[in-house]
């Protein structure tokens, strides 16, 4: 054990040397590294964002109906409407908002103060707020449907319609991710076995002095191995601060649009431990192979 020990140390030690010796080379193929983890997680942290701030407007608002009434519509009919509501199987709850708290509410804002001001009378109608007791898409279009169909009713329209939209592109973009990280993963497999190959040609000389001193390919190879992982792993700790930088510059952009879109203030996905250790460890296993194909590729046509 301690001889596997030493032989693995050796072999990180050599692969120090090796990023010593090349610097400039080492220090180009981490940046690409980086920014391609950088990528692939950073996406999935954004739609993993998006994913909870709708979670917290809560499974209510998606299945949330609007039903307006017509104009002419009296109060005393849209006390009846509710409590013919209240007692329908398909709601959990509704409620009537009065035309005049809608005004004033408008009113708040200084866009519509103006106008609502200029206005002989009050334009809005009495609206009802639906919650159905299943929220799923299908049965409250379905539920918006038969309340179009009621006296007295002018427009349903279904709250949840543009979160239903989002969550299917957030679908889409979270299956265009997969294809884009195993795409990006092939590059960085790529960059460090290439950065691996250009060592070894540096130093084949070396090489072939150890083959023809009969050493396997094992310890020729160890070396290399160990250069590569340590290029994943920085080019991992490099992706990770590129996603803590992205996180303090798009908090307060971040929060404005989820306050204006989704009407609750939301926060980025928190950053922890495992947006540090994700990327390294993804770093350092895609390092790993890159270097394992290119040694084991060079080897090979050394033996011919």
């Known amino acids: 054990m301690t001889a596997v020990l030493r032989a693995q140390w050796r072999a990180l030690h050599r692969a120090f ?50 039903v307006f009434l017509n104009p002419e519509a009296s109060r005393e009919d849209a006390r009846r409407l509710v409590a013919s509501l209240a007692r329908d199987s398909e709601i959990r709850k509704v409620r009537l908002i009065a035309k005049e708290d809608s005004a004033r509410r408008l009113a708040a804002d200084q866009d519509f103060a103006a106008l609502l001001a200029a ?66 993963a092939l590059g960085v497999g790529l960059i460090v076995g290439n950065t691996v190959r250009l060592e070894l040609m540096h130093q084949r000389d070396e090489v072939a002095v150890l083959c023809r001193l009969g050493a396997t390919n094992a310890y020729i190879r160890r070396p290399y191995l160990w250069f ?40 980025l996905a928190e950053t922890n431990a495992w947006l540090v250790a994700l990327p390294a460890l993804l770093g350092a296993l895609l390092g790993w192979l890159g270097a394992a194909v290119a040694a084991g590729l060079h080897l090979a046509r050394a033996e011919r």
């Open 119 to 184: 206005l002989p009378e009050n334009p809005l109608p009495d609206t009802l707020v639906v919650l159905p007791r299943d929220p799923s898409p299908a049965r409250s279009l379905a539920l918006a449907a038969r309340l179009g169909r009621m006296n007295g009713v002018a427009q349903v329209r279904h709250e949840g319609d543009w979160q239903n939209r989002l969550e299917t592109l957030l679908a889409r973009l979270a299956e265009a991710g997969w294809a884009l990280s195993a795409a990006l």
């Open 228 to 267: 590569g992982a340590l290029v994943g792993v920085a080019g991992g700790l490099l992706a990770a601060a590129l996603l803590f930088a992205a996180r303090t510059a798009l908090r307060t952009p971040w929060q404005d649009i989820v306050a204006g879109v989704m009407l609750t203030p939301h926060a």
């Open 17 to 66: 040397g090796s990023c010593r010796r090349r610097p400039l080379g080492t220090l180009a193929a981490i940046v690409v590294v980086g920014a391609s983890l950088a990528v692939p997680i950073g996406l999935a942290w954004l739609i993993a964002s998006v994913h909870a701030g709708l979670s917290q407007t809560g499974r209510e608002a998606v299945g949330e109906l609007s």
